[in-house]
Every structure is written in C-alpha cells, then in structure tokens.
C-alpha cells in the first residue's frame, strides 16, 4: 500500500555534469555569436569560447571513464536497435524511463561531443594558420615559411595559393560543423521537451539540481 507521500529524489547527475552542460551551452553561445571577424581579427570572445568549450570537452571525455555511473559512457551507450525502438515508442508516448541518459539521450551526448570536437580542431587549425593560438607553428605554416626569404614576400607564390585554399577549406568546414552543432543543440532541446512531457519530469531542472525521481 502506497503511503501517499512524494517518492523521494536521487542525486543522478554529479557538479561537474551539471557545470559543464550548462558552461559549454554559454561558451557555445558566446562563440557562436561572436563568430564574424572584427576587422582582420577574430573576436577574443570567440576564441575563448573555443577554448572553454575544449577543456571541458577533454574533461569530459576522461569522466565518461573514470566518474560516477551516470556520467560513464557504458551507462548511456546502446544498440543502435535499442535507440530506434526508444525513439519509435517516445513518439507513441510509452517509452522506457530511464534515470540517466535514455538511448537517444546517450545518442546525442555522443554527436555533440564529436561535432563540437570538429569545430573546434578546425577553428584552432585556422586560428594557428593567421600565427596565434597553440598551432600558430603548424606544419602548414612552417612549410609556408621555408618559401620565406628573410620576411619578406614568399618567392614560391603557388605554395602560397595552395596554402590559402587550403585554409579556406578548412574554415567553411569550422564553420559547417558549427552550424550542425547548432542544429544538434536544436534537435537535442526538442527531444528533452518531448520526453519531459512523456515522463512528466522537468529534465531542464534536473540538470540543474542533478535530482530525478527514483527508478520505478
């Protein structure tokens, strides 16, 4: 017989979790904004942002190893077969509760740490191509200094050319994985919305507090 009292709440989602979603969200945010040149040179908002974004992806990916078990990739890494039969009854409105991440949920932890991987490996790539940043001594842009003379102008200007277009590859790629992070993001709010309803359960607010109900 129940007693009638509210199911007490568990701790699921630990502070650096919590602290981390909600500081990539604002360093993503930032970046994003900041994206167009100011002038010759790339807004310092933008490029901190990046470098946020990065060492808390780092972080992250050590504790998907090493923190407690909601935070562990095995926790939330499923079949592709389960996440499609996940999907299917969360659109039916039955769909298996689960404390930590749902299949889906572990689906898109996974695309978003790998896209935004992407963009920032490229944005660093570009951003050492202009000499600043911790690859501003890049292969490419050494092999572009050996064709230097003494500072001046490069004598081999078919280097050169094939350097910068290079370059330009490289940065629509940054910018190309940056939009599809953003596509992600918006993917990823639906999906919480969705399922918060399906399970009545703020999923916003337990990633806030790190409390979710109890297994049932």
Same mark, same amino acid.
């Given at each position: 017989?129940?007693?009638?009292?509210?199911?007490?709440?568990?701790?699921?989602?630990?502070?650096?979790?919590?602290?981390?979603?909600?500081?990539?969200?604002?360093?993503?945010?930032?970046?994003?904004?900041?994206?167009?040149?100011?002038?010759?040179?790339?807004?310092?908002?933008?490029?901190?942002?990046?470098?946020?974004?990065?060492?808390?992806?780092?972080?992250?990916?050590?504790?998907?190893?090493?923190?407690?078990?909601?935070?562990?990739?095995?926790?939330?890494?499923?079949?592709?077969?389960?996440?499609?039969?996940?999907?299917?009854?969360?659109?039916?409105?039955?769909?298996?509760?689960?404390?930590?991440?749902?299949?889906?949920?572990?689906?898109?932890?996974?695309? !978003?740490? /790998?896209? @935004?991987? *992407?963009?920032?490996?490229? =944005?660093?790539?570009?951003?050492?191509?202009?000499? &600043?940043?911790? #690859?501003?001594?890049?292969?490419?842009?050494?092999?572009?200094?050996?064709?230097?003379?003494?500072?001046?102008?490069?004598?081999?200007?078919?280097?050169?050319?094939?350097?910068?277009?290079?370059?330009?590859?490289?940065?629509?790629?940054?910018?190309?994985?940056?939009? !599809?992070? /953003?596509? @992600?993001? *918006?993917?990823?709010?639906? =999906?919480?919305?969705?399922?918060?309803?399906?399970? &009545?359960?703020? #999923?916003?607010?337990?990633?806030?507090?790190?409390?979710?109900?109890?297994?049932?």
């Amino acid at each position: 017989m129940s007693s009638g009292k509210p199911q007490s709440k568990i701790q699921v989602w630990d502070p650096f979790v919590r602290f981390g979603h909600w500081a990539i969200v604002g360093a993503f945010a930032i970046s994003y904004l900041t994206a167009e040149e100011e002038g010759d040179t790339i807004s310092v908002f933008h490029v901190w942002g990046g470098y946020v974004i990065g060492v808390i992806l780092v972080i992250r990916i050590v504790w998907g190893f090493v923190g407690p078990r909601y935070a562990r990739f095995v926790d939330f890494i499923y079949r592709p077969v389960t996440v499609l039969r996940y999907l299917v009854s969360l659109v039916h409105g039955n769909a298996k509760r689960y404390v930590g991440h749902s299949p889906a949920g572990g689906v898109m932890v996974v695309a !978003l740490m /790998l896209s @935004l991987l *992407g963009t920032i490996s490229t =944005g660093l790539i570009v951003y050492g191509a202009e000499g &600043k940043g911790p #690859l501003a001594q890049s292969p490419g842009l050494l092999m572009q200094q050996a064709y230097a003379d003494n500072d001046e102008e490069y004598t081999n200007s078919r280097q050169t050319s094939s350097a910068a277009d290079e370059e330009e590859i490289i940065e629509e790629l940054h910018e190309l994985l940056a939009n !599809l992070t /953003l596509a @992600l993001i *918006g993917l990823h709010v639906i =999906g919480v919305g969705i399922s918060s309803f399906v399970h &009545k359960e703020n #999923l916003v607010r337990s990633m806030v507090t790190g409390l979710k109900r109890p297994p049932e």
